[in-house]
C-alpha cells in the first residue's frame, strides 16, 4: 500500500509540534564544577565614556564610523544629517529609510521629529509582497536598534522579530545603527555573563530565530587579497550611540 503524498510530511511536523511544546533544558550541566565563574567586566559609571571609544574606535578601524549623541533628543537631527551627508552629487535628497518600528528603537518621538525634518519610515509588514520588496530594495538607508554592542571589536547583535525586519541591514547601502549605552558591553562574554545572571539566556535562545553579529560594513576579498566594501551588504555603516541612562 502506497502512503498518501505529504503523509510523511505530516507526521513528521506533527513530531516537532510535539517536541516544541516540551519545556527542556536547552543547555546541559556542565560536568566541571571546580573552574570559576567567568568574572563580568565592571565599568563604573565614570567609565562610561571608556565604553563609547572603545567601540567607536573599534568600529572605525573596521571601515565603520560612529559619534555619540548625549541624549535621545538630539538623535532626530544627527540622522538627518548623515542621510544629507550620503545624497549622490546632484542626486534627489533622501526622504525615506528603511527602518525597524519606531517602538524597537527606543527613542522617543523619533519618527514625528523626523517627519519634522521631512524623513518618513518604511517599516516592511509583509516580506512576501513584491511590491514591498521592491519598494524596500529601492530605498538607500537602513535603520536598526541592537541587542547588544561590544566595546571589545566593534560588533553589534541584531535579533529578527516583528517590528525589527533583517533586511534594514541588509539590503540599503548606508546601514544607520542606534545604539543606546546601556547595550555596550565591554565583551561578547560579559553580555552571555549577564544573561546568565539575570536567567534570560535559554529563552533568548529559544526565541530568537535568527541572530546577525555584525562587524563593520560588508566586506570580501578577492585571492590576490584586494578588498571590497558593499559586496553581501551594507558598503557604508555608522552607529549613533546616545546615553539612555538617568
Do not use: C
Amino acid at each position: 500500500m502506497t502512503a498518501q503524498p505529504g503523509a510523511a510530511r505530516d507526521r513528521i511536523l506533527r513530531r516537532l509540534r510535539s517536541s516544541l511544546k516540551e519545556k527542556r533544558q536547552l543547555f546541559r550541566e556542565s560536568v566541571i564544577n571546580d573552574l570559576p565563574a567567568t568574572p563580568m567586566t565592571v565599568y563604573p559609571p565614570s567609565d562610561r565614556l571608556s565604553l563609547v571609544e572603545s567601540f567607536g574606535a573599534k568600529l572605525t578601524e573596521l571601515s565603520g564610523s560612529f559619534e555619540a549623541v548625549q541624549r535621545e533628543t538630539g538623535i532626530a537631527e544627527r540622522i538627518a544629517s548623515k542621510v544629507a551627508e550620503w545624497i549622490p552629487n546632484g542626486g534627489p535628497a533622501i526622504t525615506e529609510v528603511l527602518s525597524w518600528a519606531p517602538g524597537e528603537l527606543h527613542v522617543p518621538r523619533l519618527e514625528q521629529t523626523l517627519a519634522e525634518l521631512n524623513i518618513s519610515l518604511f517599516v516592511p509588514d509583509d516580506l512576501h509582497d513584491r511590491q514591498v520588496i521592491d519598494h524596500a530594495a529601492s530605498l538607500a538607508v537602513g535603520m536598526t536598534g541592537v541587542e547588544a554592542a561590544f566595546a571589545n571589536t566593534g560588533s553589534v547583535v541584531l535579533t529578527p522579530a516583528p517590528g525589527r525586519s533583517r533586511i534594514a541591514s541588509l539590503l540599503p547601502l548606508h546601514h544607520l545603527i542606534l545604539v543606546p549605552l546601556s547595550k555596550i558591553y565591554p565583551t561578547f562574554e560579559d553580555w552571555l555573563a549577564k544573561l546568565r545572571k539575570e536567567g534570560h539566556l535559554e529563552t533568548f535562545v529559544r526565541e530568537s530565530g535568527q541572530i546577525a553579529f555584525i562587524t563593520g560594513p560588508s566586506k570580501s576579498a578577492d585571492i590576490e587579497l584586494n578588498l571590497t566594501l558593499g559586496v553581501h551588504g551594507p558598503k557604508v555603516v555608522h552607529a549613533i550611540v546616545f546615553d539612555d541612562k538617568e
